[in-house]
């Protein structure tokens, strides 16, 4: 499989290019995710022109429009960063990512609760670094999290699963444009937007319905910022549940009293969190194999990114 291309965080991968000349390497993402991700490292304070090392900086005044100043000389790098980034962003455009990995609490990359101080020398923690921020406003639809944020299993779960449905999308794009292809698409991916947004599920499912009578360009563009808002909600063991007692559904004529009632039982401990969201998935994915169920055996639902990455190990 051609790897996933995301922007990240240039001094995450292990770069000395932080400001006092270190890095802050994580190998969640270098090693275990790089195995399936093509990085396209970004770091704004150097790639604006500032020198490693250099004087560090921080967010003051309103949080919504900070300013970027140098801690001790009180430079303003507010014009610099932005012109930069303005650029930057649009030239990431041909590049195809399929999200952004930013690194927490800095003023330049962290994508939310960063520090600014106020006027008093008082730092609120509501602010965006600022080629965050600019990146987020151009790509509001693209999949982004900090390396912070990716330590919480359920959010590491949500992030990856939506790198590789933007990734299938993307594939969808690169094909020539048809109604069917986009069905096609569709049908896998049912059950994994009903584990998201079931009023989502809905909305699309009319939207596929209604296909025919809508100009193929609008139509893919309204799937795709329905699927993409769809998959930014989290979740849940009961919205799981849901689902899974649905494919269940798909296997009454065949699975005897002794399977249902086992299914059921795990699906139940897996609702009340005594179990990971893996054991109920493991064992439908064996009925679907036993079976030869054809619906569910293309639901990506079922496996939604590598087992590898045992993600669902630990939701
Ligand atoms: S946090 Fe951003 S600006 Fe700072 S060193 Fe890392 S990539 Fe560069």
């Given at each position: 499989m051609e790897k996933i291309k995301l922007g990240i965080s240039?001094?995450?991968?292990?770069?000395?290019?932080?400001?006092?000349?270190g890095h802050k390497l994580d190998r969640f993402l270098t090693d275990t995710l790089g195995q399936y991700v093509a990085y396209v490292p970004v770091c704004p304070e150097v790639e604006c022109?500032?020198?490693?090392p250099r004087e560090s900086m921080h967010l003051e005044g309103d949080s919504e429009s900070p300013r970027l100043v140098t801690?001790?000389?009180?430079?303003?790098m507010t014009e610099r960063m932005v012109n930069w980034a303005n650029k930057r962003v649009v030239e990431l455009e041909?590049?195809?990512?399929c999200g952004f990995i930013f690194k927490s609490d800095?003023?330049?990359?962290?994508?939310?609760?960063v520090r600014v101080y106020n006027e008093k020398g008082l730092p609120v923690k509501k602010g965006v670094g600022m080629f965050a921020r600019i990146f987020i406003e151009h790509y509001p639809l693209l999949p982004v999290e900090d390396e912070g944020r990716l330590h919480d299993p359920k959010l590491r779960e949500n992030f990856v699963e939506r790198i590789f449905a933007l990734k299938r999308w993307r594939e969808v794009l690169a094909k020539k444009e048809s109604r069917g292809t986009l069905v096609d698409f569709h049908t896998q991916q049912k059950l994994l937007i009903l584990s998201h947004s079931s009023k989502h599920y809905e909305i699309m499912g009319k939207l596929v319905a209604q296909a025919k009578d809508i100009p193929l360009k609008n139509l893919y563009q309204q799937y795709q910022n329905i699927l993409m808002g769809a998959l930014q909600l989290k979740t849940t063991p009961k919205k799981n549940a849901n689902v899974l007692m649905h494919m269940m559904g798909y296997f009454k004529e065949q699975l005897s009293s002794d399977e249902k009632k086992e299914l059921l039982e795990v699906i139940d401990h897996y609702r009340q969190e005594y179990?990971?969201?893996i054991v109920p998935t493991t064992l439908i994915n064996h009925y679907v194999r036993k079976y030869d169920q054809p619906y569910l055996k293309q639901q990506v639902y079922l496996n939604p990114h590598p087992l590898e990455l045992q993600l669902r190990n630990h939701v």
């Open positions: 240039t001094c995450l991968l292990g770069e000395n290019v932080r400001y006092d000349g022109g500032l020198p490693i801690l001790k000389t009180k430079q303003d041909k590049e195809g990512l800095s003023p330049s990359s962290g994508m939310e609760r179990i990971p969201l």
